[in-house]
């Protein structure tokens, strides 16, 4: 089993930046890919940013160049840099982590609210 804990997000004024951090524990030998998901009222979850183990990273367009996915391994986190945001990016942010046999695990979720 692996929990993921969320801190971060908040209020935001268009322009401004946040970050998300999120802490693994438990089994974290088993994890593999980790990333951020965000969902919106009324719209379905969507992927935002992955890093692999190694490092190797993936966005999803509209918040590429303003959104920066990182990873410290030694200590089980992940991390979201929002810069430049969006009342688009307005949504409830999910940490998840991809444990052996590609099962998922999500964190409880944390708002993030950028105001125009």
């Known amino acids: 089993q692996v929990q993921l804990v969320e801190s971060g997000g908040g209020l935001v004024q268009a322009g401004g930046s946040l970050r998300l951090s999120c802490a693994a524990s438990?089994?974290?030998?088993?994890?593999?890919?980790m990333g951020w998901h965000r969902q919106a009222p009324g719209k379905q979850r969507e992927l935002v940013a992955t890093i692999s183990s190694g490092g190797t990273t993936n966005y999803r367009d509209s918040v590429k160049d303003r959104f920066t996915i990182s990873r410290d391994n030694a200590k089980n986190t992940v991390r979201l840099q929002m810069n430049n945001l969006k009342s688009e990016d307005t949504a409830v942010y999910y940490c998840h982590a991809l444990g052996s046999g590609f099962r998922n695990y999500w964190g409880q979720g944390t708002q993030v609210t950028v105001s125009s």
């Open positions: 438990g089994s974290t030998f088993s994890i593999s890919r």
